[in-house]
T-cell receptor, first 110, second 112 residues
């Protein structure tokens, strides 16, 4: 069983839609939760970082962590074509070794 | 501030040859990480340096892989001899505080 499960998609939405991306995990000891965005042939770019449970908002992005359900989410409001990318969830026990999901490919159609 | 840089961006070698990948972390970042993504799989951790010391190398696949970080600045990852299954994208990341990791663009390694 993988440590982190993420639906690979692809996900296609119209511009302006609300996007919901999700990951589940099996190990309750994870404490750090991250979302990265990766454009084609580029490295992962940190979007959101959360320690333990709760919500975090940054502009159009909201990250949620539900440790009781072992489930994390990233919401993108008013999605833009420039949001088209692969979104990777990652988590860590100590903040060092990261465990990644396989990524969800998102396309926002103008 | 310059980000994490990696060299080369792409390397094509034949099975049995040696390849050395280089990573320059963000200036001042003591923590340096290597990860690898094999096609179709998730990004996986290889190892973690704190300054020039290996803190965790539990993800290194075998002894054909050697990572160094002399002087605590840039790092190299050598694969010798390379095998077909070593093909993938090798990412380097750095961090000042041990949790927020900033990734480089990756080196795409193709072993023929």
């Amino acid at each position: 069983q993988k440590e982190v499960e993420q639906d690979p998609g692809p996900l296609s939405v119209p511009e302006g839609a609300i996007v919901s991306l999700n990951c589940t995990y099996s190990n309750s000891a994870f404490q750090y939760f991250m979302w990265y965005r990766q454009y084609s042939r580029k490295g992962p770019e940190l979007l959101m970082y959360t320690y333990s449970s709760g919500n975090k908002e940054d502009g159009r992005f909201t990250a949620q962590v539900d440790k009781s359900s072992k489930y994390i989410s990233l919401f993108i409001r008013d999605s833009q074509p420039s949001d088209s990318a692969t979104y990777l969830c990652a988590m860590s026990f100590t903040g060092n070794q990261f465990y990644f999901g396989t990524g969800t490919s998102l396309t926002v159609i103008p | 501030e310059a980000g994490v840089t990696q060299f080369p961006s792409h390397s094509v070698i034949e099975k049995g040859q040696t390849v050395t990948l280089r990573c320059d972390p963000i200036s001042g970042h003591d923590n340096l990480y290597w990860y690898r993504r094999v096609m179709g799989k998730e990004i996986k951790f290889l190892l973690h340096f704190v300054k020039e010391s290996k803190q965790d190398e539990s993800g290194m696949p075998n002894n054909r892989f050697l990572a160094e970080r002399t002087g605590g600045t840039y790092s190299t990852l050598k694969v010798q001899p390379a095998e077909l299954e070593d093909s993938g994208v090798y990412f380097c990341a750095s961090s000042s505080n041990g949790d927020t990791q900033y990734f480089g663009p990756g080196t795409r390694l193709t072993v023929l």
